[in-house]
RNA sequence: GCCUCCGUAGCUCAAAGGAUAGAGCACUGGUCUUCGGAACCAGGGAUACGGGUUCGAUUCCUGUCGGAGGCACCA
């Protein structure tokens, strides 16, 4: 009985009233819709009646009187409705709470896991392409804002039913791999990662670095950087061995951050093989004159009819571009999945780049580019700027998660400094985890985000280790419950209904309705904030009542149940964000 | 110059076109012989500015001011 279900039948019981007046609902402006009243005392669903009283030419709180009292909802088929009541305009409705009570706490009890779920995307598929990393350098915060967004919002999609497909483009191609295979060519002297004892991806990166250090003293470098990729491009040996060798360091050293953070991928791609696809592609778009040689024959397309500037396909010594491999695997997607929806987790400062490109495929008679959306997220700001690997301001994704780390063990052997190491090392790193992840994703995904280290990472106020410690405090009251089995048919829940109950049950009602709104906005935020006013919510309730030492037993079994319902919300909302719980802290 | 996004409390963030704009941090004061204080309660403090649409605007439109990103043969 969830908050979706009672507003639909309320909904219902309104327009059938209506109907019976003979109200002409075309006139109505918008459509009618429910809301929560701000406060427990007005009602727990409420609709302003400005809109009908227009259309009836009555004053709205006539209306709302007229309404409240035709209104017979005994008739409707759950007998959880009350009373309809108005307060001046707003016509609100009171729904029974004993009733209520019980039949969310069963619901969530029964669903457990799968509570919140639902079919509204039918399975049809959706892919959610994200991280997208570059193999010639570590992921930093950035790549970690879009791991993290691109997991939940697959998570959230496969919530609602749809078959989410997670894809991962790593980008292992093009000039900027081309100049860390030349930096190590020029200077690695045949080290290693193992030999320095460096992850792989970091070790790679040295030599980007050094790269961009070097061509200033020396710009012939660029030059012999697009040397090496044309002749990548064109096979030479020596060149693919140094490449396969460059890239199976980096992605080493991806898997283990991916694993580390527990993101993965239903399929991947990689750019070297679909470069290939959107050359094929772009010449035969030539051939149809889709787009042009130039007199330098780089091929190039004008969109200026399309308030976009022209834009080259494949350079004059035909070598390809971003775009090139972009338009082949958009391609190579469509063939391999037939997707309803294809998703681009991809920061705020492409978006020129997806106008572009989705602009292409449409000319290039590509099916379904109106199913094609960019997931455009704001770039990360630190105090000394944006982040850029090139200029030094960047904060290396493994070094923030093994800082929050060490935060977090301290924080745990303070408290209890008996815990084994290997436990206090599980624990720290699902409370970093929770703590990063929750912090990313609480902005919502087109706002910028201002990163300070020492505030923006803590384990109090509103944040994942907060929602963590709620479930975790609600395991320790579960766990010293009395022996004797609690059943169903004991459970009295018309004992339950102090307003901090109250509060609790019409948000675990709310949670399905979150998930759904979080999923179709593709905005975790909406999931973020409703868990830490659970989880607040709960934290209220726990310090005013009891539950062990409740008045009386059958108190102390409803309020148990009411408890347990609680943390499995608190477990799903935190599962689809990608993070984990804990049963101590 | 053109395009896009963003301006909410001292700071970092929320908010179906609706009733009294919510949190966290910081600050001040309180709760607790604790079902786990990574907690709870109380207090002060905010919609950049001007028009417009609407019964009603933080929300939609428009202008000004301020910030960010983009307008690559880099990805």
Not at 427 to 435: D, N, S
Not at 481 to 503: H, Q
Request: proline share 3%; with cysteine; charged share 25%.
């Amino acid at each position: 009985m969830t908050t979706e279900i009672l507003q639909k039948h309320l909904l219902e019981a309104l327009k059938k009233a209506l109907t019976s007046l003979s109200f002409d609902f075309s006139l109505l402006k918008e459509d009618l819709k429910l809301e929560i009243p701000p406060n427990q005392e007005m009602g727990d669903f409420s609709i302003s009646c400005f809109g009908i009283a227009k259309v009836l030419k009555k004053a709205p709180t006539i209306v709302a009187q007229e309404l409240a009292s035709q209104l017979n909802l005994n008739k409707t088929k759950f007998s959880v409705f009350e009373q309809a009541k108005n307060i001046g305009p707003y016509l609100n409705f009171f729904i029974n709470k004993k009733i209520w009570f019980k039949a969310i706490c069963e619901e969530i009890l029964s669903k457990g896991n799968n509570f919140g779920f639902s079919n509204f995307g039918k399975n049809k598929k959706i892919l959610v392409e994200f991280s997208a990393p570059n193999t010639n350098k570590p992921q930093h915060l950035g790549h970690l804002r879009n791991n993290f967004l691109g997991q939940a919002t697959a998570n959230l999609l496969a919530a609602i039913g749809y078959k989410s497909i997670k894809i991962n483009l790593i980008n292992d191609r093009g000039i900027h791999i081309c100049k860390s295979m030349l930096a190590y060519k020029l200077w690695g002297e045949g080290k290693t990662p193992e030999s320095e004892k460096i992850k792989g991806d970091h070790f790679v990166g040295k030599y980007y670095v050094l790269f961009n250090t070097k061509v200033k003293e020396n710009p012939e470098l660029l030059n012999e950087a697009q040397k090496i990729l044309e002749q990548w491009e064109k096979g030479d040996s020596e060149i693919i061995a140094l490449w396969q060798q460059m890239n199976k360091w980096a992605l080493d050293g991806f898997y283990k951050t991916y694993e580390k953070i527990g993101i993965n991928f239903d399929k991947w791609y990689f750019e070297s093989d679909t470069y290939k696809l959107g050359k094929k592609i772009i010449l035969k778009a030539l051939r149809k004159k889709i787009c042009y040689r130039r007199e330098d024959k780089a091929i190039e397309i004008d969109l200026s009819k399309y308030n976009l500037d022209k834009k080259v396909l494949i350079r004059a010594d035909g070598t390809s571009v971003y775009v090139t491999q972009d338009v082949g695997l958009a391609f190579l997607k469509n063939r391999d999945f037939k997707p309803h929806k294809s998703i681009y987790v991809v920061a705020s400062e492409q978006k020129y780049h997806f106008q572009v490109l989705f602009k292409i495929l449409e000319l290039f008679g590509f099916k379904g580019v109106e199913n094609c959306y960019h997931l455009s997220y704001g770039l990360i700001f630190v105090p000394e700027g944006r982040l850029k690997s090139r200029e030094g301001t960047v904060v290396d994704a493994d070094d923030i998660i093994s800082e929050i780390e060490q935060l977090a063990k301290s924080e745990i052997m303070s408290s209890d400094p008996n815990i084994s190491p290997i436990e206090v090392s599980r624990r720290a790193e699902t409370i970093a985890l929770a703590a990063l992840k929750f912090f990313l994703l609480k902005f919502t995904p087109e706002q910028e985000v201002h990163f300070q280290p020492k505030e923006s990472i803590a384990f109090e106020g509103a944040t994942g280790p907060y929602v963590q410690y709620t479930y975790t405090r609600i395991q320790s009251i579960l766990e010293k419950k009395p022996a004797e089995e609690i059943t169903d048919k004991l459970i009295d829940y018309k004992i339950l209904g102090n307003p901090e109950e109250v509060a609790i049950l019409k948000l675990l009602a709310a949670f399905p309705g979150v998930i759904k709104e979080s999923a179709v906005s593709y905005n975790p935020t909406c999931l973020a904030t409703y868990l830490l006013k659970l989880s607040q919510t709960f934290n209220e309730f726990y310090h005013k009542h009891k539950v062990l030492k409740a008045e009386n037993q059958r108190l102390i079994k409803a309020r148990l149940v009411l408890i347990q319902a609680v943390a499995q919300v608190l477990k799903n909302g935190l599962n689809l964000m990608g993070i984990n719980v804990l049963e101590r802290m």
